[in-house]
């Protein structure tokens, strides 16, 4: 999945390159220190199946932050704290001395 | 209510340890279908499904009671509850803000803690002196919130539109979204612009994944290991709540107000809701540090559990700040799960973990009860144990310098790379 080293590279560089996971292949072509909004989706190349799978998180991650639903969840939040309510009765209620 | 019910089915310890690990076995069964369900079933339609589920389980057994009723409940009670949960942390994952995610995620578990105490207060207000005749009016009062739950989850609980433009389901994704920002913000433009990008990209390398995935990669293999042996150690601690119920009935006076066993197991609950919150807070400080704080709160453990060996009265002292630590450990498999894999991995990973921590709360439970029988102490000998080797596994974990050395973090930006990592 990783053996994409290209050819001509130094052999240290080739192995380590053949050691790297997923984060480091795609760090070196794309550069995320200043966050997702400093690049643009269609300049991330696609080398592998990891990259792909990186830039289509970003872009749905771009979507979700810039259009904003996040802001809006309480009524979420406070159903989700419900039903983990729910399962703290039914999880505990038989183990509970009382 | 573990004594009542007893009671009430007129069942010894050693079956009621193992109706008790039943309902363990279905979580981890749960939490191991659950991965393959959201690839058929939005979660939302799951977690509706789990929620009648349980109603008509819970009816079952009020209706005709028995052991086997109350065997067969548990345990698909169990395996709803391990359905449900990964599908509601999804849910809640999607919607909260990145900057808040873990703090918010872990702080929520409080809940449990809250839904045990309200348990508790029904059993001192219906069967305050185990009174037998009113056991099944409990039944019905812990039926009522499930119900009331249901009906606000199947009138408003929304899948996630992250999860469905993950599937394709792009235009139901845009329907929820709409109430929630500018609709210029979501033209026609932009979902043409996101079908392009998103859509038409090889989405299936995302959704095809499973838990086979998250070993494929051979320099975390003595990671896995590790937080394996961890998990499986620190994971048998939950089983001493039911320690703490045997223990309580054992040494009941028969002048003992109710109060006083009331307040003993509020106070455990209580510990671990101060621990839910404490442990998000936790977030916000360095991976080390948190590994390390884990450490001692592991070694606090493994020291202060001794106090029941002095006295036996102390023993939900003891219980209560296991409970204090208990969230933190479990964060700290969330923490380095979120650095050593990316998003869809990580949440792999929390369910395979989660999976080792319910079998071994399973075992835990099943052979605890009757070797407290032979003596109360032995558990707590082998608790400690359990709770020294994993802060061995702790500090074998790898630190941030081995991690940059393996390639997964940068050493000019950890933090950064950190939060891409949680993301």
New interface residues.
Partial sequence: ?FNEANEGEPSETKN?KQ??????SV?EEID??G?IEDFD??EIP?RN??A??????L???Q???????????L???I???????????????????? | ?????RNSLQIDNYVASL??SS?YLGIGVGFLASGSLTKYILRNHI?IVC?AN?ILL?LAFFIFEGVFVFTIS?TC?GLC?GI??PM?SG??N?????KRKSF?LIS??G??????M???FI??IV?PHYELSRIRLCYFL?LH??MI?FV??FL???ES??FL??NRKDSEAFE??TP??NAE??SEELQEK?KR??IE???Q??SHRDLSSIF??P?LTMTILLLFIYTFCYSFTNAT??I??LT??DSRNLNDS?KS??A??MLVYFAYLIGCVGAGFTNDINFLSKKYLTAIGLGMISIIILIPCISQDKIYVSIAIIHLFLPLCLSLINTITAEIY???FSEIANLFFGICAKISTFIANFIFIPMASSDIYLPYYIIILLAVISTVMIVFLPSEADLIN?????S??ST??KQ??K?
């Fill in positions: 999945m380590r050691n790297l996971p997923f984060y480091s760090e995320i220190s966050g989706n269609d696609i199946t990891n792909i799978l990186i830039k289509n998180e872009i749905i991650e979507i979700i932050n810039n259009y904003g639903y996040g802001r809006n969840n009524k979420v939040l159903l989700c704290c419900m039903n983990i309510f729910i399962i703290g009765i039914q999880y505990t209620y038989y183990i509970n001395y009382y | 209510m573990f004594i009542p019910i109706i008790s309902l977690v929620l349980m819970n548990r009670i509850i449900q949960s509601i849910i809640i999607d919607y909260i803000p990145t918010i929520i578990t809940f449990l803690a809250i839904g045990a309200y348990v508790i059993g001192l069967v812990f919130p499930l739950v606000f989850t408003f609980l929304k539109p992250r433009i993950l929820i979204l929630y920002t913000l979501i996101i990008e998103v990209s090889n989405m390398s995302i494929s990669f320099f709540r039911l703490l119920s309580l009935s109710p066993d009331l003993k197991q990316p998003k869809n393996m390639g997964i973090m940068r000019s930006d950064k790379s891409f990592g993301r």
